[in-house]
């Protein structure tokens, strides 16, 4: 899966065992903030039956793919149109100048490989489903010969060693069926949360001011291929401008947060909030403790290499600051009453 701040690839033992601890015998779990929608796929792996939204149109091809889109139906003709798109002609196009010269995130070589596949994927008229998993196919592709530090804000000043190897599409980790429908869905948290029924509840939501947008602005263009006007040295898409979210903004988060946990219907939930966030833990324990007990685990955890490299401009100048090397997550397990938590699976 792709790289990105927030995943919780390190954190996932400890969420799919709390999950499977609540809910021995399956059941239904909400994913209302999936990113790149490890959780969810961890979750369905286990055989729950999973919902997973995001607001963001590549986390939600990213669920649609690992979530939503079983193997037994998809397999064959994914990778028949992988096949396909592997013997197209590279040909630079707006990807090629958005994202390899007006900015350096890929080489132009892997470049124009993109832009040759992505148009041809367009003219195939895909199913969504089967659209989604060779998006994702192409996001990883891309994602594994990046130049940059993890996020899409800056660039390294030289070609990273991965940026030189060519782009190679692979067939993502698709999972069969769990017998009943999973679903990704695209929509805003605090208006989805209010349809979301389930045996339980996951909530992991922006913790600060950094847009997953913003940091993700090539994901979401490639996805939407819909060649967006650009600005600045990050050459960001203009609606990152716009597209903002209340779970982004300090006055913004407790209110939206509130909101979300109010209208959810689930007997348990689960919220994973890092400690560099505008809500402190004890913000959290008063918020969630109008739906039920509250049990707490915290897991330290090293912050991603950009933080721990520094900071540079498309120069090489380093701009910002190494602050610490480490952060703890908080696991706020709710419950309607207690129950014992078990170790990470």
């Not at 490890?38 to 607001?55: E, I, M, P, Y």
């Not at 739906?291 to 933080?307: L, W």
Request: overall charge neutral; charged content about 25%; some cysteine.
């Amino acid at each position: 899966m792709i790289k990105y701040i927030g995943s919780k690839r390190a954190l996932l033992g400890h969420v799919t065992g709390a999950v499977a601890g609540l809910l021995p015998d399956g059941g239904r779990v909400c994913d209302l903030f999936s990113g790149t929608a490890r959780v969810g796929h961890a979750l369905k792996r286990q055989g729950f039956q999973v919902w997973s939204n995001d607001h963001n149109a590549y986390a939600h091809t990213l669920a649609t793919a690992y979530v939503q889109a079983d193997r037994e139906r998809w397999l064959a003709r994914a990778e028949a149109v992988l096949a396909e798109l592997r013997e197209v002609r590279p040909e630079a196009g707006w990807f090629t100048q958005a994202f390899c010269e007006d900015a350096r995130y890929f080489h132009p070589d892997n470049g124009a490989r993109i832009d040759a596949m992505r148009e041809r994927v367009e003219t195939l008229e895909l199913e969504p489903e089967l659209k989604a998993i060779v998006l994702v196919s192409l996001m990883e592709a891309a994602d594994r010969v990046d130049s940059t530090a993890g996020v899409q804000m800056a660039y390294m000043k030289r070609w990273a060693p991965r940026a030189l190897k060519p782009l190679e599409l692979r067939l993502p980790d698709l999972l069969p069926s769990v017998g009943a429908p999973c679903r990704a869905t695209r929509g805003d948290a605090v208006e989805m949360a209010g349809q979301m029924e389930a045996d339980l509840v996951y909530l992991d939501p922006p913790y600060n001011q950094h847009s997953y947008l913003a940091n993700y602005h090539c994901w979401e263009s490639l996805v939407l291929w819909d060649r967006p006007e650009t600005y600045g040295v990050a050459n960001k898409r203009i609606d990152v401008k716009t597209r903002k979210s209340a779970f982004n903004s300090r006055p913004g988060i407790g209110p939206a947060l509130r909101a979300v946990i109010e209208r959810v219907s689930a007997p348990n939930l689960i919220v994973s909030f890092n400690d560099e966030g505008y809500l402190s833990r004890a913000d959290l324990v008063e918020m969630l403790s109008a739906r039920g007990h509250v049990q707490v685990v915290e897991i330290a955890h090293p912050r991603y290499v950009g933080a721990r490299i520094g900071i540079h401009n498309p120069k090489g100048e380093k701009v910002g600051q190494v602050g610490r090397l480490r952060n703890v997550e908080h696991l706020f397990v709710v419950t309607e009453r207690p129950v014992a938590l078990p170790a990470a699976a």
